[in-house]
């Protein structure tokens, strides 16, 4: 299994002197890269067409590889190049945009290396939407944006724990796989559900056995088969919140959730 290694400090805004630097954080896509940083709302348009192809590419040449779209504009103009964003995150959407579908693209025209690029924040095929970066173009597949501890609205059903660190650990099979955590409280051990490993392994959180963590919960979201699990809205070390959930409703950010 691969981990790049960051310390939760880092990974939460440097809060700590210990730190372990890692170059080119999530290949290149990390929500303050030079890649992220060009989408610009002032040069958000929003436009029709048809899908003509979907390429696998490389935005830049230090970064990993990502999911790019033509699109021939139904006003003529020609073929415009769409970036969605890094690959394992766009393979794992339940929208999947595939050739000849006809689409509404909403993203920032900007240039990436010398080509004119657009930076999807929404694709609407349908029905369905993608929906790959927060109203100020942050992507929604980094949860290390401070953006995302907006108030978010709460629920009644969700509750705090409070607890020291055991472990982190893998549950699950298959495409099913979960990160969690388990907890020491005073009630017992808890193990707590962080999301699919495809999503949280890329942000490169390293936990400590030890620390102590305050975690968001419900009781009205357990997972199936999993029903000791407990999934977690939000997880807060060293007065440092990161959300992964919507507390509304208990959606994951990694399935395109917009606050």
């Not at 290694?5 to 805004?13: C, E, K, M, Q, R």
């Not at 003509?52 to 006003?75: A, F, H, I, W, Y």
């Not at 004119?116 to 992507?139: D, E, T, Y």
């Not at 407990?230 to 007065?239: E, L, Q, S």
Request: proline share 6%; glycine share 12%.
């Amino acid at each position: 299994m691969k981990i790049w290694i960051i310390t939760v400090a880092l990974a939460s805004a440097a809060i700590s002197s210990a730190q372990t630097v890692v170059v080119n954080r999530m290949g290149g896509y990390a929500y303050n890269s030079p890649y992220n940083r060009l989408y610009n709302q002032r040069s958000q348009i929003t436009f029709s067409g048809v899908v003509t192809g979907v390429q696998r590419v490389k935005p830049m040449s230090n970064m990993d590889t990502g999911v790019t779209l033509l699109v021939k504009n139904n006003k003529g103009g020609g073929t415009a190049v769409v970036d969605l964003g890094p690959a394992w995150f766009v393979d794992q959407q339940v929208t999947k945009i595939k050739p000849k579908a006809k689409i509404q693209v909403t993203g920032s025209k900007v240039m990436v290396d010398g080509r004119g690029v657009i930076l999807a924040k929404l694709v609407q095929s349908g029905k369905s939407v993608l929906a790959l970066r927060r109203i100020n173009g942050a992507p929604y597949w980094d949860i290390a944006d401070p953006v995302a501890s907006a108030n978010l609205g709460t629920d009644p059903n969700v509750f705090e724990i409070t607890g020291t660190l055991e472990g982190y650990r893998i549950f699950g099979e298959g495409d099913n796989r979960y990160a969690g955590l388990v907890l020491n409280t005073p009630s017992g051990n808890i193990t707590i559900d962080l999301g699919p490993q495809w999503f949280f392994q890329p942000q490169g959180f390293v936990f400590n056995p030890g620390s102590n963590i305050t975690v968001a919960g419900s009781g009205n979201y357990r997972l199936d088969p999993y029903s000791n699990v407990i999934p977690a809205y939000w997880f807060r070390i060293n007065n440092r919140t990161t959300y992964l959930r919507n507390p509304q409703n208990g959606m994951g950010i990694w399935q395109g959730w917009r606050p």
